[in-house]
């Protein structure tokens, strides 16, 4: 089947843009998770949605960040008047919810470019 | 210190030999335990998922799991080119959602 899936693959954005990314999960999947990705390093969580409430978001660098998923299903991450430290790859995972097992599954991931 | 440890690397292996990858975690009441590989310039695949103490296998691959000692490892038997990747160490904490990554083991496998 298809598995998660992400639009923009790249984005370059002038600092001080607004942006906003998308994440479309895998089917039937409860949870959806949004994590940042600097070079040379593991990905940072940033937020957490189980259906459509967003459950944590302790892992948003800033107010500048805002992530949403109204239906339940895609789920949108925007970011308000870029910086250039915002610079990174933003993937998005997707778990099916329940039972004993968490497995997330990512996403492509977008590439943003803050210039 | 970090939540999630992981030796940066690189880790050089001949084609052939075990690949033996360390991870240990600061959270007593973790309960989750991921493996990902990830390719340079692509998203982190998952390869192997742990759950309780001792070893599970799947193919190649071995996951250990110590949670006394707060201690997981994966190793890699018969080690390919094509395992050369970084591998991420994941760890869940108790009920709740969210997953720690180390930064990353690089694997480098010598044909």
């Known amino acids: 089947g298809a598995g998660v899936s992400q639009s923009p693959r790249y984005k370059v954005a002038k600092r001080g843009q607004d942006v906003a990314l998308r994440c479309d999960p895998i089917s039937g999947h409860v949870s959806l998770f949004w994590y940042q990705q600097a070079l040379g390093q593991g990905p940072e969580f940033l937020t957490y949605?189980?259906?459509?409430?967003?459950?944590?978001k302790s892992g948003l660098p800033s107010d500048r960040f805002f992530a949403e998923r109204p239906e339940g299903s895609v789920s949108t991450l925007k970011i308000q008047r870029t910086q250039q430290e915002d610079s990174a790859v933003y993937l998005c995972a997707s778990s099916l919810e329940g039972g004993s097992t968490y497995e997330q599954y990512f996403g492509p991931g977008t590439r943003l470019t803050v210039t | 210190q970090k939540e999630v440890e992981q030796n940066s690397g690189p880790l050089s292996v001949p084609e052939g030999a075990i690949a033996s990858l360390n991870c240990t975690y600061s959270d007593r009441v973790s309960q989750s335990f991921f493996w990902y590989r990830q390719y340079s310039g692509k998203s982190p695949e998952l390869i192997m998922s742990?759950?309780?103490?001792g070893d599970k296998e799947d193919g190649r691959f071995t996951a250990q799991l110590n949670k006394a000692s707060q201690y997981v490892s994966l190793l890699i038997r018969d080690s390919q080119p094509s395992d050369s990747a970084t591998y991420l160490c994941a760890v869940k904490s108790g009920g709740y959602q969210k997953v720690t990554f180390g930064t990353g083991t690089k694997l480098q496998v010598i044909p």
């Open positions: 742990i759950y309780s103490n």
């Open positions: 949605f189980q259906n459509e409430a967003q459950l944590d």
